[in-house]
């Protein structure tokens, strides 16, 4: 008869693992005791992850001037320059005209396929520019990039431009 105990595999959990930066943040200083660490999402904390960092990108406002920004648009390697960060003003593209939305939406979805790692095929859809507040009311629509969901989400954001 032999000792020979077999390994047992670690358990699954179901989700996916909560982002780095995420598990870093202290959503609540003032608080003492510390939360206990989320080391997964589920589907629904997923999609709330994720619309959390398209209001963080997009609703940043890039650095770059004009001309460098349309310059540096070109090459789709530069949206990892730190100016490229964040949506040019809203002006550069005067997004009260429709007919520049669909450019404005393209360059949205190229920020957003080069900072947000778990989105891909993504798609910006304009559907209203409110010229006197400078808001932007958008829909983004892509394929979630995580091997435990693979499925289409839709997020329906509003950015108010400065």
Excluded: C
């Excluded at 608080?31 to 999402?41: D, G, L, N, Q, V």
């Excluded at 450019?103 to 993504?122: D, Q, S, W």
């Excluded at 932007?136 to 997020?155: G, I, K, R, S």
Aim: cysteine-free; aromatic content about 12%.
């Amino acid at each position: 008869m032999s000792n020979i105990v077999p390994i047992r595999e670690p358990k699954r959990l179901p989700g996916v693992r909560v982002p780095l930066f995420e598990r870093l943040a202290d959503e609540a200083p003032e608080r003492e005791a510390e939360h206990p660490i989320f080391k997964f999402y589920d589907f629904s904390e997923l999609l709330a992850s994720i619309e959390r960092e398209l209001y963080h990108v997009l609703g940043t406002q890039s650095k770059a001037k004009k001309e460098d920004y349309l310059e540096l648009a070109k090459n789709p390697l530069n949206y990892a320059l730190p100016e490229m960060y964040g949506v040019p003003e809203f002006t550069y593209f005067e997004a009260s005209n429709k007919e520049n939305w669909k450019p404005l939406a393209k360059h949205m979805g190229k920020i957003v396929e080069a900072y947000e790692p778990r989105l891909k095929n993504v798609k910006i859809t304009i559907e209203e520019f409110e010229k006197q507040h400078q808001t932007l009311h958008f829909h983004v629509t892509a394929d979630l990039n995580v091997p435990e969901f693979q499925e289409e989400a839709t997020f329906s954001l509003t950015l108010k431009g400065g």
